[in-house]
């Protein structure tokens, strides 16, 4: 069984920032792409940055320049840095793994979610 557990979350004032962890323990023996979505009130969940095991990332349009993913593969954990937080930011978080565990099996896990409120 494998699990994503994330902290970092809370609240913030517009500008402020914050810095999200997720680490993956269990039976891996490899993760694959990790990523970091968010689903704000009333709107589908979307990707906010993703990663690879090589460290190649990409991000949504609106995080651009604000946000950084990045990994430890020795830790299993991925990290997102939000610089220059914005009231649209409000949204929970979710982190998620596309893991490949010591069975050779192969799937995407998902964190349990963190709430991330900008607010002034």
């Known amino acids: 069984q494998v699990q994503l557990v994330e902290s970092g979350g809370g609240l913030v004032q517009p500008g402020g920032s914050l810095r999200l962890s997720c680490a993956a323990s269990?039976?891996?023996?490899?993760?694959?792409?990790m990523g970091w979505y968010r689903q704000a009130p009333g709107k589908e969940r979307e990707l906010v940055a993703g990663i690879t095991w090589y460290s190649s990332t990409n991000y949504a349009d609106s995080v651009k320049g604000r946000f950084t993913i990045s990994r430890d593969n020795a830790k299993n954990t991925v990290y997102l840095q939000m610089n220059s937080l914005k009231f649209e930011d409000t949204a929970v978080y979710y982190c998620?793994?596309?893991?490949?565990?010591?069975?050779?099996?192969?799937?995407?896990?998902w964190g349990q979610g963190t709430q991330v409120t900008v607010s002034s």
């Open positions: 998620n793994a596309a893991v490949v565990t010591t069975a050779r099996s192969a799937y995407n896990v």
């Open positions: 269990g039976s891996i023996f490899t993760i694959n792409d």
